[in-house]
């Protein structure tokens, strides 16, 4: 016997490629199970404001290609408090909604968490963030674009460093996580990679910058998370300018262009199958959890579980951004 008749989806905090292919998911597999199924704009603040409309298999048509979210995404402070917890429940209530899929990254699922300790209403929570900086699936919905989104950009950046004998320094992001500078640093083979989760001696930077000058390897790329100790590629840029002067040094940042454009395949297909396991988890009565993906296979994590996950780097990586860029 289904646990749920009515459910709703919204997605929250910044967006990320292949939210769109998780909402259509959703949508779709609700309405094959015959449920009603309701999306809410803006992420929570639609809770609060009570912008909730009914969904049908057209509403989602023509976007599993489209990055960014059909919903609308937004951070919201009133849903902390208490009473916005409250006004958001009774507008939920005012359509009959007996389950929620929030789509989002682990602020979202602390507010998930919450509500549905307070009110009624199960919670399954997706991982939707450019950054894969949560615990309990090996990728999250957008991680792979934002990377493939990077690694295009600095194959560019590569071309022109190379035509200018330039060493470069490019930020990307992660908020305070480095795994996107991890992977594109590795797939577009820079000299260096600076990250949160590993130390980094700018000493050892500079003495192989030095060595690499002396062998006349005149380009360089150095790819830096945002959140990386000294505080993004500029900072980065500046030891290395007062201590190599003679360097020909510029520096990029990316920003938000890592959040846009179409999802790739990977993207689409997790965001797929998980929107379709959001609902399983629902009709099933579960209550309050994400849905990973490990190891190919989907897991379910408490949603208190699926939070922030600084993982230990292991060494080989290091070791394989060195001997590939000698
Ligand atoms: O969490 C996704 C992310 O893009 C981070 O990588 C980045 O630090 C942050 O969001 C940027 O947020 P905003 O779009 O609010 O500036």
Redesign the pocket.
Known sequence: MKKVNNIAVLTS??D?PGMNAAIRAVVRTGLYHHLNVFGVMYGYKGMLTGEIFPMESKSVANIIQRGGTVLKTA?CKEFYEADGRKKAYENLKKFGIDGLVVIG?DGSFKGAQKFSQEFDIPCIGLPG???K?IAGSDFTIGFDT?VNTAVEAIDKIRDTADAHDRLFIIEV???D?GY?ALHSGIATGAEHILMPERKTDIDDVINDLMANERRQKMVNLIVVA??DEFGGANEVARHVKERMPQLDTRVCILG?I??GGSPTCIDRLIASRMGYAAVDALMEGTHNVMIGIVNNKIQYTPLDKAVKAKQKIDPEWFKIVKILAS
């Open positions: 905090g910044g990320a951070r990254g963030t450019i950054d900086d934002a992001m992660g908020r996580a996107i945002e959140g938000h890592q959040r």
